[in-house]
């Protein structure tokens, strides 16, 4: 079954320092992979998704089939960014997300 | 809020006891989905609806648990006989027709319920 691995349960960076949140997936085929953001006392919002390769609120993600992974960048993180991150995938064209178990970011001043 | 709207916020109820819980979607999205999430995890896949027929059931969906949409638009989720390790936040989520990966899904605020 596919899986999600999203190995730091916190992370901790200073304003302006850069960012990477990892995510791992196991899946042979070709998965739909998406980035989203759950900000305090917010729902669950969707933040990017690899196949637009856009830039949201200043974050990339880049899906590396080698490595299997799809991690999460910004090269300044700002006070705003602190919140929980989850990576999800869908296979084969389904409708269900299967989520990792998230990373929360936390940015100090 | 034009939002996934969930009620109740919050639900505490004593074991054994039957609970539901509702979700109104966006309203032009014909998809609604169940997700539950327990502490430290990320949500998990419940059920799927196109309109009023329900199209995937996980297997985390034991037989205490339904789920209904009977008209297309809101849907209930309703448990059974509540067992503690019921005890989770249950969000659902909407979107248009077509691939997830093409339509964003958009979530409700979620309902926390906790089994005493």
């Known amino acids: 079954a596919q899986r999600v691995t999203q190995p730091e349960k916190l992370l901790s960076v200073f304003k302006g320092a850069p960012v990477e949140l990892k995510c791992n997936y196991s899946?042979?085929?070709?998965?739909?992979l998406f980035w989203y953001v759950q900000y305090s006392r917010q729902r669950l919002q969707l933040l990017l998704r690899?196949?637009s390769r856009e830039s949201i609120k200043g974050f990339t993600a880049d899906l590396n089939k080698g490595e299997t992974s799809f991690h999460l960048k910004k090269p300044f993180a700002q006070e705003e960014d602190s919140a929980m991150y989850y990576c999800?995938?869908?296979?084969?064209?389904?409708?269900?997300?299967?989520f990792g178990t998230g990373t929360q970011l936390k940015v100090e001043l | 809020d034009t939002g996934v709207s969930q009620d109740p916020r919050h639900k505490i109820t004593k074991r054994g006891q039957n609970v539901t819980f509702r979700c109104d979607p966006i309203?032009?999205?014909?998809?609604l989905y169940w997700y539950r999430q327990t502490l430290g995890q990320g949500p998990e896949f419940l059920t799927y609806f196109q309109n009023e027929a329900q199209l995937e059931k996980s297997r985390l969906l034991s037989d205490r648990f339904s789920a209904e949409r009977p008209k297309g638009s809101f849907s209930t989720l309703e448990i059974q006989r509540t067992e503690q390790g019921d005890s989770a936040m249950y969000l659902c989520a909407s979107s248009l027709s077509g691939r997830i990966g093409d339509t964003e899904a958009f979530f409700g605020q979620g309902t926390r319920l906790t089994v005493v």
């Open positions: 899946y042979s085929g070709s998965p739909e």
């Open positions: 309203s032009e999205h014909n998809r």
């Open positions: 999800a995938l869908i296979i084969g064209g389904g409708n269900k997300l299967t």
């Open positions: 690899h196949i």
